[in-house]
């Protein structure tokens, strides 16, 4: 069979056989065949509301009828992109902050980073451009979050990155300190996930965000959370660093913002680096994107953002996690996982020795239930709107596709 048109990320280019997905509803969707699947990831952990919500669509096609497209650049906004920015700034982990608007995590990250660099550079201080980041952080495939990876086989074959980025251990506070003495006042930010992600799962250990927190301070640098995973109600807050306590001075996000509906993602800027580019009236700032703020993407995100609160699905995120963490430690107590780590709705389970986690997931697709390989574990992230009974179906499945 030829290979198909559609060169598909993350996948083998060879790969000639794939699942049609024709339709959703709720925490279900269905492919050409009419085979059903609990959607154990929420797409790529973000259709937080579920899927074919008439709320959604319904907000789409109208902001479609009036204005689909027109662009933000100066002197032009729009009146979504205008909301949508107060609605994150009443909801933010910080106070007085602005919001920039892009289109993929990706590119939240890219700009963060960038950011950074400029806000010491108007402060005076252009010799700061050190980025650290850490072991297991995924922080987008562009070429800024590509150089941040903490996953090596990602950095790897594209030839030169972006300079002056480095990756420390994971969860090892002295060797982050350790950056802060070897390189003294070069480093620009520090770069993280408050939970990381698609690098397996992994919450942070107790003190660790704090204690970045408190190196940033004391060196003078930033603080980013990447929250494209964590952002908007996945651990029961609206933010993964109001769930730590910990205030950061620029937070990505994407994914769940707008659930997917739409892509969409952005940058929460927070008080310093607002003084610093509002500080010279006639400092223009260089940076955007076509789509940047985009009307349907940001009518999206209002809709969105309305059905979490009228739904309450932040607390819905805390039950679903429950629920989800109390039935994979059964399993772990049966023997059938060799770890079970989460927080909020965002768990993952290690396999046993000599069992291939793409296996079980191929096992549990036939069973009618869809999660995600992360090496030798399984994430699973749900829709906030999943029911009981499919949070116990996706463990049940679960441990048949280990057990075979």
């Given at each position: 069979m030829d290979v198909p048109a559609f060169l598909h990320p993350f996948t083998p280019p060879s790969r000639t056989e794939f699942i049609r997905i024709v339709g959703g509803d709720g925490a279900v969707v269905w492919d050409d065949r009419g085979n059903r699947y609990?959607?154990?990831?929420?797409?790529?952990?973000?259709?937080?509301?579920?899927?074919?919500?008439?709320?959604?669509?319904?907000?789409?096609?109208?902001?479609?009828?009036?204005?689909?497209a027109y662009h933000t650049f100066d002197p032009f906004t729009n009146e979504p992109a205008d909301r949508l920015a107060e609605r994150i700034v009443g909801i933010a982990p910080m106070t007085d902050t602005r919001v920039f608007f892009a289109n993929s995590g990706s590119e939240a990250v890219d700009t963060a980073m960038k950011l950074a660099r400029l806000v010491h550079r108007l402060e005076g201080h252009p010799e700061r451009q050190v980025i650290i980041s850490r072991e297991h952080g995924y922080h987008g495939t562009n070429y800024g979050g590509t150089s941040a990876q903490g996953i090596a086989p990602?950095?790897?074959?594209?030839?030169?990155?972006?300079?002056?980025?480095?990756?420390?251990?994971?969860?090892?506070?002295?060797?982050?300190?350790?950056?802060?003495?070897d390189r003294a006042g070069e480093v620009a930010a520090v770069l993280t996930e408050p939970v990381q992600g698609a690098g397996g799962v992994f919450p942070p250990p107790e003190g660790y965000l704090e204690g970045l927190r408190r190196l940033c301070d004391r060196h003078d640098a930033l603080l980013i959370m990447d929250e494209v995973i964590t952002g908007f109600g996945r651990l029961g807050r609206w933010f993964a660093s109001e769930y730590y306590g910990v205030e950061p001075d620029l937070v990505t996000f994407a994914k769940a913002v707008t659930s997917g509906y739409v892509p969409l993602s952005g940058v929460i800027v927070g008080a310093r680096s607002r003084a610093a580019l509002e500080a010279e009236p006639e400092f223009v700032f260089r940076h955007g994107?076509?789509?940047?703020?985009?009307?349907?993407?940001?009518?999206?995100?209002?809709?969105?953002?309305?059905?979490?609160?009228?739904?309450?699905?932040?607390?819905?995120a805390t039950h679903v996690g429950r629920r989800l963490s109390d039935g994979l430690q059964s399993l772990y107590a049966d023997g059938l996982v060799s770890d079970v780590r989460g927080v909020g709705a965002v768990w993952a389970v290690g396999m046993p020795e000599g069992t291939d986690a793409f296996a079980v997931r191929q096992r549990m697709i036939e069973r009618g239930v869809?999660?995600?390989?992360?090496?030798?574990?399984?994430?699973?992230?749900p829709p906030l709107v999943i029911g009981?009974?499919?949070?116990?179906?996706?463990?049940d499945v679960l441990a048949e596709a280990v057990s075979r």
């Open positions: 609990i959607d154990g990831l929420a797409s790529l952990w973000y259709v937080n509301v579920g899927h074919g919500r008439q709320e959604m669509i319904d907000a789409i096609a109208d902001q479609a009828a009036r204005l689909a990602n950095r790897e074959g594209w030839g030169p990155l972006v300079g002056e980025v480095v990756n420390v251990p994971a969860n090892n506070l002295e060797e982050v300190a350790r950056v802060f003495s994107y076509t789509y940047s703020g985009h009307p349907l993407g940001c009518a999206a995100g209002l809709a969105n953002l309305d059905i979490h609160e009228s739904e309450g699905l932040l607390e819905r869809i999660v995600r390989p992360l090496g030798d574990s399984l994430a699973i992230c009981d009974q499919q949070v116990d179906t996706i463990v």
